[in-house]
């Protein structure tokens, strides 16, 4: 009898981690749902278009070719395009977490009464949008914007200054956009991190700038990670940024398949630039998973 | 204008011809799938056209908002069951639909109000289409500050890449449909062709440096002359009026000669199971009454002949003879040159 109940035991032991892991699969299945529809089926559809002659009305529906692949990467601008946009993006993602770290340590560690209301304006991006974003930005900066009109009226110029329309214009309004998806992260390691292990360092005789460098910094580092990722991916698919605050040497990769899909009516070339795009997030999301996953080592002692 | 019964029928013959499953006419909900570009133009779809459609045929109209390139993704993407009954399409798009088989030929029988329309606005797509207004290329500028208007696209181009105007001009960028269309029109101008575009490519190496900003969409255009960004620049009539009318009155439009580039809006009718109420929804797009109020409402100006303008506007509208657009199946050929040279000499 007592073997029985033993044995009936151990297997009841035995499925409870199974069951668990369906009801986590469970959990997990309207997301994955989404995603299936949301993101795969689109890209594979999208996947079929670039390797089509544009000839069919469906993606697969004329033979596979790689001749878009070939023309698209052949050519010179394209790799321009594909560098700027590369090269801007990890530049947002750098200097977006100079600006946001010093907020994120005030947010996660100061008492200051101020600290609501700079929660509240570190929000301001997301609540008002990139579209209401760049025409703001358009305001302040444009040749007869609120910047030029102070310059001109402290006669510190003459003329109007070109602030808007290049390169500069286009990293404000992505490094602003931006922003609080750099914040929140690092805000959220840094207020994981226990204060008492920068005060054991410095009750070790560490200076604060040491105690800092050596103890927050680097356990910090993975909210910086996540930030630089998520910022450097966004700005990667920015579009109305780049078209309405750039100029003519500021295309970057979605302005392109932009083109390629409405001016040139050539799907299978803007395909190609958007499969482009996608193995370039996804390549950076794997660079970041295999260097900074906060899952890695998750339940082992 | 009423549809006779006999046209009636007769778009319902052709479609019921085409149509896999007629039976399921008229099981099918009384509403007519269209498109519109947003802001006034869909509000004047809504307000003047759809309410006489409904009026005529007991079929709702839905619009659908969006451009072009989505509209035609949307019906190729479903070839067997397009989800747009009627299209407002591009010039160039409208000749893809029509070269895959997608939309219905137009006829006087059909669409009755297409008598009353001149050749022009459907020939370019084998009636496959037809344009029920026209938007004419010119410049708009500040009048306070340019007292004397160029009369002719070359003296445009002169005096703008001499800097006459300073770094206060503005063109459309590659990103803009139209501009493949504008670049043959500058050629043709000067003495090119589709064959040879290096007029206009010349001429606009010289005017690049005085360029405030190459824009992407006409509504940015709109605001880079509303804010005084710029002086001078290339637009479509309708739209400088539109803002004349609103009060920029520092704001003034000419059309320089030679000729002006026609901006056109084929409607098509797309096969589908309601085929003969789409004909009558593009008549109804053709229609005097709703195309007056549609003028006062866009400014772009009705193709059918028998719109009578109020007289104040009248030195406004082009007459159709002066505008011109490219051999479109040419231009579909030598657009992606274009955009090729476009990016290595403008952006390069």
Same mark, same amino acid.
């Given at each position: 009898?007592?073997?029985?109940? *033993? ?30 529809? *949301? ?16 000839? *069919? ?155 800092? #460098? ?11 990670? #996540? ?58 999301? #794997? ?15 | ?182 670049? /043959? ?29 190459? /824009? ?125 040279? /476009? ?6």
């Amino acid at each position: 009898m007592s073997t029985a109940t *033993g044995a009936s035991q151990a297997a009841v032991a035995s499925r409870r981690p199974r069951f668990r892991a369906q009801r986590h699969a469970l959990l997990g299945m309207p997301l994955a749902g989404l995603m299936l529809v *949301g993101y795969v089926l689109p890209l594979v559809l999208v996947l079929g278009v670039s390797l089509g002659d544009g000839t *069919g009305q469906r993606p697969f529906a004329s033979g596979l070719s790689i001749a878009k692949y070939v023309a698209q990467f052949q050519s010179p601008y394209v790799w321009r395009v594909i560098v700027f946009t590369l090269v801007v993006s990890a530049a947002i993602a750098v200097f977006n977490a100079l600006l946001a770290y010093p907020m994120a340590l005030f947010l996660a560690r100061s008492r200051s009464r101020w600290r609501g209301l700079a929660f509240l304006v570190s929000f301001t991006p997301l609540a008002v949008g990139m579209n209401m974003l760049t025409i703001g930005w358009l305001i302040m900066l444009g040749k007869t914007g609120v910047i030029n009109a102070v310059l001109q009226g402290l006669g510190i110029t003459n003329e109007p200054v070109s602030l808007v329309y290049g390169v500069t214009a286009v990293a404000i309004g992505l490094v602003h956009v931006s922003f609080t998806f750099m914040l929140l992260p690092i805000e959220s390691v840094l207020r994981g991190i226990d204060p008492l292990l920068e005060r054991a360092a410095r009750s070790l005789g560490a200076s604060p700038a040491r105690a800092f #460098a050596t103890v927050t910094l680097p356990l910090s580092l993975e909210g910086v990670a #996540a930030g630089m990722l998520i910022v450097f991916m966004q700005s990667c698919g920015a579009f109305v940024i780049p078209l309405f605050l750039g100029g003519t040497g500021t295309v970057m990769l979605p302005v392109a398949i932009w083109e390629q899909m409405t001016v040139a009516n050539d799907w299978p070339a803007g395909a190609v630039l958007a499969i482009t795009l996608t193995a370039l997030a996804l390549a950076v999301l #794997a660079i970041q998973l295999r260097f900074f996953n906060p899952l890695r080592g998750a339940g082992q002692p | 204008m009423k549809v006779s019964r006999r046209s009636f029928m007769a778009g319902a013959a052709a479609a019921g011809a085409l149509a896999t499953r007629p039976s399921l006419v008229m099981a099918q909900d009384k509403t007519l799938i269209v498109t519109s570009l947003g802001g006034r133009w869909e509000q004047s779809i809504r307000t003047h056209f759809a309410p006489l459609f409904t009026k005529r045929t007991g079929y709702e109209v839905k619009i659908v908002s969006g451009g072009p390139a989505q509209w035609t993704a949307q019906i190729e993407g479903q070839p067997s069951n397009p989800p747009l009954n009627a299209v407002d399409n591009s010039e160039l798009l409208a000749q893809s639909l029509m070269d895959k088989g997608l939309v219905l030929k137009l006829t006087p029988e059909l669409v009755p109000n297409l008598k009353d329309v001149p050749a022009q606005f459907y020939e370019p797509w084998d009636s496959f289409g037809v344009s029920y207004q026209y938007g004419a290329s010119g410049v708009f500028f500040n009048k306070t500050k340019i007292t004397q208007a160029p009369q002719s696209w070359p003296e445009f181009l002169e005096r703008a890449g001499k800097g006459e105007f300073g770094r206060n001009v503005t063109l459309p960028d590659i990103s803009y449909a139209w501009t493949p269309e504008l670049v /043959w029109h500058l050629a043709s101008t000067m003495g090119g062709s589709l064959d040879n575009l290096d007029p206009a490519f010349e001429a606009l190496r010289k005017v690049k440096p005085y360029i405030t900003k190459f /824009w992407a969409t006409a509504i940015e255009a709109e605001r880079l002359a509303l804010s005084r960004e710029a002086d001078i620049g290339w637009l479509w009539d309708g739209r400088v009026y539109a803002m004349m009318d609103s009060g920029a009155q520092f704001l003034d439009f000419r059309r320089l000669k030679p000729t002006s580039l026609f901006s056109l809006v084929p409607a098509q009718v797309v096969k589908t199971d309601k085929s003969a109420v789409a004909f009558e929804w593009v008549n109804t797009l053709l229609d005097p009454a709703p195309l007056l109020d549609y003028y006062k409402t866009i400014q772009y100006t009705p193709t059918n002949r028998k719109v009578v303008f109020p007289e104040a506007s009248a030195a406004r509208i082009m007459p159709a003879s002066e505008g011109v657009i490219p051999n479109l199946r040419g231009l579909a050929k030598v657009t992606p040159s274009i955009i090729e040279r /476009w990016n290595a000499e403008i952006r390069g």
